[in-house]
């Protein structure tokens, strides 16, 4: 399994674009990677995934190096609501291809600051 | 936007009492997961199910536990004889192959 490391922790200024990295240096070609967050305890929440190329959505971007050994969670304009723990999640392969498990680890604790 | 739905939110059972969790996922999706998180550690896959059969499953997952799709919407999870360590948040989760979407879970305290 590709193991990914995150910063234990991070402060974020309110309105200021929070940018989260991970390396995941030992993914392998085919594998997708996966942002989630968890508010307080709450369900983890899907956020983004990409393989190659940058992605964006209506809540972040994600900006994957060309060699594909780290990638960089960009929330635009961080609100008091995007305190959290976000986990960068590098996809493994279940039994079917469709079938997927997504192993947390230690995620990266947000703190967003008016 | 479809969301997976658990019940109960929160339930406490006493030590060696069964317990049963459920979980609506989202219509159209064909796998179903759950995991769990006890208090201050990180989340642990338990068990994936599709086609009607557990695809796969960790070490948590022991005799204890069972997971069922008893009528094409539901999805439970069984604890037969809860211990102490059950004692944790248990989320739902689905996919229809792509991304998987969690639940709001439900927390199980044991005493």
């Known amino acids: 399994d590709a193991k990914t490391t995150q910063p234990t922790s991070m402060d974020c200024a309110e309105g200021r674009a929070a940018n989260l990295p991970c390396n995941h240096s030992t993914i392998s070609g085919n594998e997708y990677v996966y942002w989630y967050r968890q508010i307080h305890s709450q369900g983890p929440q899907y956020i983004i995934h990409g393989l190659k190329n940058n992605e964006t959505n209506e809540m972040a971007s994600l900006i994957i190096t060309e060699d594909r050994k780290s990638s960089t969670l960009i929330l635009p304009h961080a609100t008091l609501r995007d305190t959290a723990v976000y986990y960068c999640i590098v996809r493994v392969a279940g039994a079917t291809s469709n079938d997927y498990k997504l192993s947390f680890g230690a995620g990266t604790t947000v703190t967003v600051r008016a | 936007e479809p969301e997976v739905t658990q019940t109960p939110s929160h339930q406490v059972t006493q030590m060696g009492q069964e317990v049963i969790l459920r979980c609506v996922p989202i219509?159209?999706?064909?796998?179903f997961y759950w995991y769990r998180q006890i208090l201050g550690q990180k989340v642990e896959f338990l068990v994936s199910f599709y086609n009607n059969e557990i695809s796969e499953k960790s070490e948590i997952f022991d005799d204890q536990f069972s997971v069922e799709r008893p009528d094409g919407s539901n999805f439970t999870l069984k604890i037969r004889s809860t211990k102490l360590e059950d004692s944790a948040m248990y989320f739902c989760?689905?996919?229809?192959?792509?991304?998987?979407?969690f639940g709001e879970g439900s927390w199980l305290t044991v005493v």
């Open positions: 989760a689905s996919s229809s192959g792509n991304t998987i979407y």
């Open positions: 219509s159209n999706h064909l796998y």
